[in-house]
């Protein structure tokens, strides 16, 4: 009978107990063979600085004199069990980072949603001189207490006529100059509680022109109170007076009997439902909603408190199929549009586009012209934002979710419509086609916003 060649155990030390040889093995055994090796030899590199920190702080017991048989015995023992420990801990400690590879991979998947904006913790840090009212709005952003394109916009103008107002231009400078400066640290700290939106950008744009064409030999309090009143000039002109033309072609539009479908909640549609109705129009609203913001639940409630109350249906998105048979006109807001005529809207717009689409019912996007942006978009994959993961716990009516490291949830907050599916988009300049939105500017007697 043939002499085992390999009397060695896993690691390399004494035997433990008889295995074939290498060369006999197969290539399987081989290599698992060697995992178990490797993880051993880790465990007990890990161990040593465990086992020295021991030795320097635990006293030493006093030597008793062996003979040679007995340490050689003894050696033989004690090795063999910590092997064995060592065996064993190795195997725990491979199968927990076996374990946690496997999250870390699964996890790794979800990479390629990294560019998308994630909401910030709301105790991120504040670096430079940041006025309390761009603090205060930074976490009212950043909790969604202030949500859509419109009262964004108007918040972030507000807090700067007060960031302004408190602004005293230093000595060595001119507020035409230093101003610019100083606003810089309060953008950013807003786009670092929420990334910044169309109509925000478009706006501190403006706001800066305002800026550099302040005259400097201008008193500094009268500059400042132009600057605020060109801020309410911008608002009135662009935002509130939009919406009042907005409201009345669209109105035209809406006719007795009709069956209106609008999604989630927009301010605009809002205004011009409401409107209608009190020019004593009688039509039934659908509200259709999805999550996770759940926009139209507010919706629903300011049409049904309206006296007398709006006749309104309310569906989750899965539900629109089969209400698209009675619609008469979808009306839409929009995010942002983009020169090519694509609406960058809250997720879900675009499948509702397509789906009325496809039943030939016409959709209308209502949407002012500052928020035009020069910018081209194909899809809603190369810029977006995320919800916070708080807006993803289950409320009282649903199932919770299994607390699992493998389960990660994805909530885009936009999407993109293609012009296809677009009928006209209403703006206070006229119902434009989405293939000529790109002479929005022409109409307003700019080249640019």
Known sequence: MPVPTNLEGPTGGPPT?????????????????????????????????????????????????????????????????????????????????????????????????????????????????????????????????????????????????????????????????????????????????????????????????????????????????????????????????????????????????????????????EKILLNAHEEGKRFSVIVVDSRPLLEGKALLKTLTNADPPIPCTYALLPALPSLMTDVTTVLLGAHSISANGSVYSRAGTALVAMIAKGHSVPVMVCCETYKFSEGVMLDGFGKNELAPPRFSQPTKHSQPLATTPHLEILNPLYDLTPPSCITAVVTEVGLIPPSSISSIPLALGKTNL
């Open 17 to 269: 107990k008889q295995q074939p040889s290498q060369k006999s093995m197969t290539k399987a055994e081989r290599r698992e063979l060697q995992e178990r090796q490797r993880a051993a030899k880790l465990a007990q590199k890990s161990a040593a600085p465990t086992s020295n920190a021991g030795k320097d702080t635990a006293p030493k017991p006093p030597k008793t004199p062996t003979t040679p048989s007995q340490k050689k015995s003894g050696d033989a023992s004690g090795s063999g069990a910590a092997k064995a420990a060592l065996a064993k801990d190795a195997a725990t400690n491979a199968a927990a980072a076996a374990e946690d590879l496997g999250v870390k991979s699964l996890s790794r998947g979800l990479r390629i949603f990294s560019h998308f904006g994630l909401p910030k913790p709301l105790g991120h840090s504040i670096k430079g001189d940041i006025h309390p009212a761009i603090i205060r709005l930074g976490l009212l952003f950043s909790e969604f207490r202030i949500c859509g394109a419109n009262a964004r916009c108007i918040a972030t103008l507000t807090a700067f006529k007060t960031v302004i107002q408190d602004y005293t231009t230093p000595s060595h400078s001119t507020l035409s100059r230093h101003l610019m400066t100083h606003l810089s640290p309060q953008i950013t700290h807003l786009v670092a509680a929420r990334p910044m939106s169309v109509t925000m950008g478009n706006a501190i744009r403006q706001l800066k022109l305002e800026i550099s064409g302040s005259d400097i030999d201008t008193i500094e309090q009268d500059a400042k109170d132009a600057l605020c009143q060109k801020i309410d000039n911008y608002i009135r002109d662009r935002i509130i007076f939009a919406d009042q033309v907005i409201q009345k072609l669209t109105g035209k539009k809406i006719n007795d009997g009709d069956v209106i479908l609008t999604y989630a909640r927009s301010s605009v549609i």
